[in-house]
């Protein structure tokens, strides 16, 4: 990210952090005022602390973010959770279809049995412990201490924990669809696979498309949590500025800025999606 395009993010920091300031302005500016004051030495006053409030918060911004390039620990970081995300999600995509056909198709044809009764198993346990648990024991009890890269192993166990709840979401999706789809696929010639491939699978996912699109927002949050296994995100680089600088608003806030901005766009794409959805049922 340049330094132009950091410029507007620090804008943003700038009109959060001046609630915090202008409030003890106020409260200082009503101290400073006697009975005999009047009300004009009361807005000098104000003036004078919300001005003061600003130079201290435009300081506090370049000492922390801009001196030194210090910005790059939070930018740098917002790579890496982006990757871990993207990655992450491919996983939980794949793993979930799995699941879930395999789910669904013993709903509908009782087959199935054992690998149904382990997607269940894997289903309970990853939708039922946090994800930060999970984080924690993929890394330090299986994969790092295999040698594993701390980045792998959060794609992998964000990647798992995704897929118990795409499975489920797709599955909706499948067991959504009438039962005449089967019976039409059988009437074309469609053996069980090539139904679920050509038929079901496109209408289960146009229904469910919205809801995997909300389960991609949820996972960009949850990687917050990835600093814990020394992953080099955003939270670990916020986590290092605060470490040097002493100053824990600023470093905090730029990266819950940025979670914001980035969950807004989503929201957005999937607010235009849904609605081109809905346009074409039409």
Not at 232 to 258: E, H, Q, R, S
Request: with cysteine; net charge neutral.
């Amino acid at each position: 990210m340049s330094k132009k395009a950091f410029t507007a993010l620090i804008i943003a920091v700038i009109a959060v952090l001046a609630v915090s300031f202008i409030s003890p302005a106020f409260a200082s500016a009503a101290e400073a005022v006697t009975e005999d004051a009047g009300i004009q030495a009361f807005f000098v006053e104000l003036k004078d602390n919300i001005i003061e409030a600003f130079n201290e918060l435009k300081n506090d911004i370049y000492t922390v973010l801009i001196k030194n390039d210090n910005y790059r620990h939070i930018t740098d970081g917002l790579l890496v959770t982006i990757e871990i995300t993207f990655a992450a999600l491919i996983i939980g995509l794949a793993l979930g279809f799995v699941v879930a056909i395999i789910r669904s198709t013993h709903d509908k044809t009782g087959k199935f049995k054992f690998l149904n009764s382990i997607c269940k198993l894997y289903l309970t346990i990853f939708r039922g412990t946090p994800v930060i648990v999970q984080l924690l024991i993929i890394y330090y009890l299986w994969l790092g201490k295999a040698g594993v890269h701390e980045n792998i192993a959060a794609i992998v166990a964000f990647g798992i924990n995704s897929g118990a709840y795409v499975a489920e979401i797709v599955r909706s999706g499948i067991m959504s669809i009438d039962n005449g789809q089967f019976e039409a696929g059988r009437s074309l010639g469609f053996n069980y696979v090539q139904t679920m491939i050509y038929i079901i699978l496109p209408q289960a996912l146009k229904n469910v498309l919205p809801t995997l699109a909300n389960e991609f927002i949820v996972l960009l949050k949850e990687t917050s949590v990835a600093s814990f296994i020394a992953v080099k995100d955003m939270m670990k680089g916020a986590n290092a500025l605060v470490g040097f600088t002493y100053n824990m608003n600023i470093p905090y806030i730029t990266v819950a800025l940025i979670y914001l901005v980035m969950v807004l766009v989503l929201q957005k794409g999937v607010s235009l999606l849904e609605r081109r959805l809905r346009n074409s049922d039409h």
